[in-house]
C-alpha cells in the first residue's frame, strides 16, 4: 500500500486471536505494538487512518473507555499528524456508532462467540465492514486487502485469516454489484494476501485517479 501525501491507499490486515481476560493491558503512550510487516514508508496516509482507528476501536472494546477520551489520546500518538484524520475519525466514530448494526452482519458468520473473539480481530472486521458500507470510494478488494495486513501487522499468528473469510463473505452481500463484476471479468473472489500492499496501492490510486 502506497501512499504519499496526495494519494490515500488501503492494504488489509488480519487480528490476534488471543482474549483478554477481565482489564487489558495499560496501553503504551505509542498505543499498539507493530509485527512490522509493512515498511512505514510504504503506507499510505489513509493505511495509517486505519491503524489508529484499530488502535482507538481497541481501547473502546477492551476498556470501554468514551470515545472522546479515546479520540484524544489516539490523536495524541506518534505518528498521527501523517494519518487521514478524516477518515480516522469516520472509522471511529462510525464504528462505534454501528457497532451493534455491523456485529449483527458479522455474528452469522462466526464459528465461535462474539465475545470470543480478539479485540482486534474485531475491531479490523468493524473497519471492514464499515468501509464496505459507507466508503464506497474505496475498492471491495482494497477494503479486504487493507483489513488482511491490519490483522497481521497487529494481531496473532492466524488471525489475518479469520477475518479474511469474514469479510470475503460480506462482501457480495455489502458490495454485491462490485463482487458480481469481479466475477463477471473472471477475477478471483479472493485477493492474494502476499501481493496486498501493492494490489491495494493499485486500486486506490485508480480509484481516485
Known sequence: MSDNNNHNSDDGTTAGNSHPSTRPPKQARTGLKSTGVRKAASKSNRSRAREFALQALYQHLVGGNAPEAIDAFTRDLAGFHKADSVHYDALLHGSIKLAAEM?????????????????????????????????????WRVVLNECIELAKEFGGTDGHKYVNAVLNGLAPRLRAAEVAADKASGATTAPAAASAPEAAAAADDSAEG
Not at 470470543?116 to 474505496?138: K, N, R, T
Open 103 to 139: 456485529d449483527e452482519l458479522i455474528t452469522p458468520l462466526l464459528d465461535r462467540k462474539m465475545a470470543e473473539i480478539s479485540p482486534i480481530e474485531h475491531a479490523v472486521m468493524w473497519i471492514g465492514v464499515y468501509e464496505f458500507q459507507h466508503c464506497l470510494d474505496v475498492p
